[in-house]
């Protein structure tokens, strides 16, 4: 055990107060006093994503926000890496100087759950694993993630990965833990890996499609030779479909004719220049069409060429608003209903070739009587079982947070 994770002063298992670790080490001593009397924490860095999963019941609140900063930027090797609880506009800032970024584009649903924007943390987005419109094209927060230490519910510190691509042998525990909500192990520090940012970028929008034609579009687009790194489409009166390239300019100039003259045949286009696409996209990755109004908000993991077909099915049913992106596989669905009707909007979901739906806005008596996460299946559900057993075997972080 290095230095940094010796076990800090002691906790006080006679005081309530909230948790306000400043390093590893006093993380280390919190977990560890925790796991020995089998006190619940809630791990939070910024308080950003508390409304997502199920309310946790806990004894302490473990505060990361004290655990921030850059620790290692290495522009020209594309790897950063940081403390769980930084905030990611300081992150975002820092890549936007040397021209780099987060290619799975990073959400922040702030504003969606009733919050502020740009007040969440490195820790927070691995540990919900939330990406936007390039994850068809880059990956996930997952797939970006080359390393990181934490602290198990057993009170253990522990690394995995580091700062290259292929130096994991066994399980790749960095992997494991992201999107996990925080319920495996606190994470401590995070190395990932970011890309150089496109020079350019311009949207192709066809307008009035209804949602099985603009599903055809965006099939069509995806499976061409433009590079297409977002295939979105927002229905309603003046339904929008759009289609984004990035790269150097002249090559972006080019796929983008080609792309119009491909898709000619599905009606009326324009073209949005770099300042309008980039706002667009933002407004798409965050569901900035739901900010502010009243429902249930599901977020539908599904097949692309179904997407259209569940909410038509829920729509039948209920009063609902929806987003496609991620070229239709990604629903956002506004239910603007009393209830979520969690069992419809699954059952519909499964009927057109199963997926996956998450409530991501609720209040909190909804989000402790309805399962928010999709229920895992008799295999799965053991498996997870025993995994987070293994990591944190008296439930003591984050509890029933993913409903376990």
Same mark, same amino acid.
Request: glycine share 12%; aromatic share 6%; with cysteine.
């Given at each position: 055990?290095? *230095?940094?994770?010796?076990?800090?002063?002691?906790?006080?298992?006679?005081?309530?107060?909230?948790?306000?670790?400043?390093?590893?080490?006093?993380?280390? *001593?919190?977990?560890?006093?925790?796991?020995?009397?089998?006190? &619940?924490?809630?791990?939070?860095?910024?308080?950003?994503?508390?409304?997502?999963?199920?309310?946790?019941?806990?004894?302490?609140?473990? /505060?990361?926000?004290?655990?921030? #900063?850059?620790?290692?930027? @290495?522009?020209?090797?594309?790897?950063?890496?940081?403390?769980?609880?930084?905030?990611?506009?300081?992150? %975002?800032?820092?890549?936007?100087?040397?021209? %780099?970024?987060?290619?799975? @584009? &990073?959400?922040?649903?702030?504003?969606?759950?009733?919050?502020?924007? =740009?007040?969440?943390?490195?820790?927070?987005?691995?540990?919900?694993?939330?990406?936007?419109?390039?994850?068809?094209?880059?990956? !996930?927060?997952?797939?970006?993630?080359?390393?990181?230490?934490?602290?198990?519910?057993?009170?253990?510190?522990?690394?995995? #990965?580091?700062?290259?691509?292929?130096?994991?042998?066994?399980?790749?525990?960095?992997?494991?833990?992201?999107?996990?909500?925080?319920?495996?192990?606190?994470?401590?520090?995070?190395?990932?890996?970011?890309?150089?940012?496109?020079?350019?970028?311009?949207?192709?929008?066809?307008?009035?499609?209804?949602?099985?034609?603009?599903?055809?579009?965006?099939?069509?687009?995806?499976?061409?030779?433009?590079?297409?790194?977002?295939?979105?489409?927002?229905?309603?009166?003046?339904?929008?479909?759009?289609?984004?390239?990035?790269?150097?300019?002249?090559?972006?100039?080019?796929?983008?004719?080609?792309?119009?003259?491909?898709?000619?045949?599905?009606?009326?286009?324009?073209?949005?220049?770099?300042?309008? !696409?980039?706002? %667009?996209?933002?407004?798409?990755?965050?569901?900035? !069409?739901?900010?502010?109004?009243? #429902?249930?908000?599901?977020?539908?993991?599904?097949?692309?060429?179904?997407?259209?077909?569940?909410? *038509?099915?829920?729509?039948?049913?209920?009063?609902?608003?929806?987003?496609?992106?991620? %070229?239709?596989?990604?629903?956002?669905?506004?239910?603007? /209903?009393?209830?979520?009707?969690?069992?419809?909007?699954?059952?519909?979901?499964?009927?057109?070739? =199963?997926?996956?739906?998450?409530?991501?806005? *609720?209040?909190?008596?909804?989000?402790?009587?309805?399962?928010?996460?999709?229920?895992?299946?008799?295999?799965?559900?053991?498996?997870?079982?025993?995994?987070?057993?293994?990591?944190?075997?008296?439930?003591?972080?984050?509890?029933?947070?993913?409903?376990?």
């Amino acid at each position: 055990m290095t *230095a940094e994770n010796q076990a800090g002063p002691a906790v006080d298992p006679d005081t309530n107060a909230d948790l306000h670790p400043k390093t590893n080490a006093d993380v280390l *001593a919190a977990v560890k006093w925790a796991a020995g009397d089998q006190v &619940p924490l809630e791990v939070v860095g910024q308080g950003s994503k508390r409304a997502l999963g199920k309310p946790v019941q806990a004894a302490h609140l473990l /505060d990361l926000s004290g655990l921030s #900063g850059v620790t290692l930027f @290495e522009p020209e090797e594309l790897v950063l890496s940081a403390k769980a609880g930084t905030p990611l506009v300081e992150i %975002q800032a820092l890549l936007d100087e040397h021209g %780099q970024e987060m290619q799975f @584009e &990073p959400c922040d649903l702030g504003p969606l759950l009733g919050g502020e924007a =740009g007040t969440g943390t490195l820790g927070g987005l691995v540990n919900t694993n939330l990406c936007g419109p390039r994850r068809l094209k880059s990956g !996930s927060v997952r797939d970006h993630i080359l390393g990181i230490k934490a602290v198990s519910g057993r009170g253990e510190a522990f690394k995995s #990965g580091g700062r290259v691509v292929k130096n994991v042998t066994g399980y790749d525990l960095a992997k494991g833990v992201t999107g996990s909500y925080g319920t495996l192990a606190v994470l401590t520090d995070i190395i990932i890996k970011v890309l150089p940012k496109a020079e350019t970028e311009q949207t192709l929008v066809i307008r009035e499609l209804d949602d099985a034609r603009a599903t055809e579009a965006m099939a069509l687009a995806m499976g061409s030779s433009g590079e297409v790194s977002g295939a979105a489409h927002i229905p309603g009166v003046d339904a929008c479909t759009y289609l984004r390239l990035e790269g150097f300019e002249p090559s972006v100039k080019s796929r983008i004719a080609k792309l119009a003259k491909l898709l000619e045949g599905f009606g009326k286009h324009e073209q949005l220049p770099e300042t309008a !696409s980039r706002s %667009q996209w933002a407004g798409i990755r965050d569901c900035g !069409s739901f900010v502010g109004k009243q #429902g249930f908000v599901w977020r539908i993991s599904c097949t692309p060429s179904e997407g259209h077909r569940i909410v *038509a099915d829920i729509g039948n049913s209920l009063p609902v608003e929806a987003v496609y992106d991620w %070229q239709g596989g990604l629903v956002w669905l506004l239910v603007e /209903d009393e209830k979520p009707n969690a069992r419809l909007v699954r059952s519909s979901v499964f009927n057109h070739g =199963g997926g996956h739906a998450t409530l991501i806005r *609720a209040d909190a008596a909804t989000r402790q009587s309805v399962p928010v996460f999709e229920p895992q299946p008799g295999a799965l559900g053991r498996l997870s079982k025993r995994y987070r057993e293994n990591f944190d075997p008296f439930g003591i972080l984050n509890p029933g947070r993913m409903g376990a």
